[in-house]
């Protein structure tokens, strides 16, 4: 996982040494996910933190599209003997996004994706490994502090709900995040 991050934060520093046109954009944040699902609740807690990777293409001055990748992971107890349980979240998303310049510096922006959230539960029961088809919507606002770079904030809600048939019952792995991050357009 270091050396990830490591060759994350080389390549943002890299990139502005190349003379492009700034219409990629690449963002890392990091926020926390309030959950709804009362058995989520029960487990882990009222949320999670997570860590989310951004990646797009402006088509025009007002249209992008992207491919969002966060990841959270949380323990948390088992509701009748208290032992140990782990949970890690991946949802990957396709989205098309909506941007509105608010002043020289400041952007607004409004997206709507589609993807798949991908789930590992692990206990004293055993191990659930699965994925679910979902969606989002998104605002936030940037604000460019440098000719590429820019801070970014933003409000996210994710509705991926999946079955259990063996248990009878439906429940909602997404919920609302409250994300910071800083950008790069190159």
Avoid: C
């Avoid at 990139?15 to 609740?41: E, H, M, N, R, W």
């Avoid at 509105?100 to 607004?108: H, N, V, Y």
């Amino acid at each position: 996982m270091k050396k990830i991050i490591f060759v994350i934060f080389s390549f943002l520093l890299v990139i502005p040494l190349f003379p492009v046109k700034k219409k990629f954009y690449t963002a890392l944040g990091f926020g926390y996910q309030f959950k709804s699902d009362q058995y989520f609740k029960l487990v882990y807690d009222n949320g999670m933190v997570d860590y989310t990777a951004d990646l797009g293409y402006w088509f025009g001055k007002h249209i992008a599209s992207g491919i969002k990748v966060s990841y959270s992971g949380e323990k948390g107890e088992t509701v009748l003997l208290k032992s140990e349980t782990r949970l890690k979240q991946i949802p990957v998303v396709g989205y098309i996004k909506a941007g509105l310049e608010i002043g020289k510096k400041w952007q607004g922006y409004v997206s709507l994706g589609m993807g798949y959230m991908f789930f590992k539960e692990e206990s004293y029961i055993g191990t659930v490994k699965e994925s679910q088809f979902g969606w989002e919507i998104e605002s936030g606002i940037e604000f460019s502090f440098a000719k590429r770079f820019y801070f970014l904030g933003a409000a996210r809600y994710q509705s991926f709900k999946k079955t259990f048939p063996e248990m009878n019952e439906t429940h909602q792995l997404g919920g609302t995040d409250i994300r910071l991050g800083l950008g790069i357009r190159y």
